[in-house]
């Protein structure tokens, strides 16, 4: 599976962005769940959102739930992020990953393994 996110930038606080992850390969099938994650400068990569194949089953960190949306069209092979209300803490690169297996719940989208990984996409919220 290759990722590609894009659709980062500057943005004043208060505003929103939308972040798209374009998936390709044969391993992106109907048993591949795609998560967000962010990385901000000195911190560890946290997942922010997943969602499984269907778009039935989906994860949001505390920090986002109902700000951000996950949502993806297996049509285009692509998954995307509404961020709403950013804040200046959400300032990080944001990465899409890939990840194959079942999915139960919003728990195994944040526990199971992402093993593709896209190349970050940076956003900047400032104050």
């Known amino acids: 599976v290759q990722l590609q996110a894009f659709g980062g930038g500057l943005v004043q606080a208060g505003g929103s962005l939308r972040l798209s992850c374009a998936a390709s390969?044969?391993?992106?099938?109907?048993?591949?769940?795609v998560g967000w994650f962010r990385q901000a400068p000195g911190e560890e990569r946290d997942l922010v959102a997943a969602i499984s194949w269907s778009g039935g089953i989906t994860y949001y960190a505390d920090s986002v739930k109902g700000r951000f949306t996950i949502s993806r069209d297996n049509a285009k092979n692509t998954v995307y992020l509404q961020m709403n209300s950013l804040k200046p803490e959400d300032t990080a690169v944001y990465y899409c990953?890939?990840?194959?297996?079942?999915?139960?719940?919003?728990?195994?989208?944040?526990?199971?393994?992402?093993?593709?990984w896209g190349q970050g996409t940076q956003v900047t919220v400032s104050s």
């Open positions: 390969g044969s391993a992106f099938n109907r048993y591949t769940s």
């Open positions: 990953a890939a990840g194959v297996g079942g999915v139960y719940s919003g728990s195994s989208l944040r526990t199971m393994g992402y093993n593709y």
